[in-house]
């Protein structure tokens, strides 16, 4: 059984950079053909895809946030990392980490999820 954990601060001040990590278990990050994913759900909108790091450690980013966003990976930890620069208020939301199986671009389904962590950016 697959279970992904996000961790970081759920407080961010505007134009700071926010990070999450994503502790994986009971499977490897760099098993074939898997995509390890963030996602947010900004309150009262929808699921927003925000990239992916690849098995191969390849990497794709939505295009709004790509100017913006990196998504590295440590697999001696199992573990990847989110994070988005010069944030503003708009980022608020819950962040997700999760397991893609299959991809178009930049936007994955996945079969696993994290419970979920709530980052609210103020100053």
């Known amino acids: 059984q697959v279970q992904l954990q996000e961790s970081g601060p759920g407080l961010v001040k505007p134009s700071q950079t926010l990070s999450l990590t994503c502790t994986v278990s009971?499977?490897?990050?760099?098993?074939?053909?898997?995509?390890w994913t963030w996602i947010r759900q900004p309150p009262g909108k929808g699921l927003e895809s925000i990239g992916y790091?690849?098995?191969?450690?390849?990497?794709d980013y939505s295009p709004l946030l790509k100017s913006r966003t990196s998504i590295s990976w440590d697999t001696s930890k199992n573990q990847f990392t989110l994070r988005v620069s010069s944030v503003t208020p708009e980022d608020t939301a819950v962040y997700y980490c999760?397991?893609?199986?299959?991809?178009?671009?930049?936007?994955?389904?996945?079969?696993?999820w994290g419970q979920g962590t709530q980052v609210t950016v103020s100053s």
């Open positions: 009971g499977g490897s990050i760099t098993t074939n053909y898997y995509y």
């Open positions: 999760a397991r893609g199986f299959t991809c178009s671009g930049y936007l994955c389904s996945a079969d696993y």
């Open positions: 790091v690849a098995w191969s450690g390849s990497t």
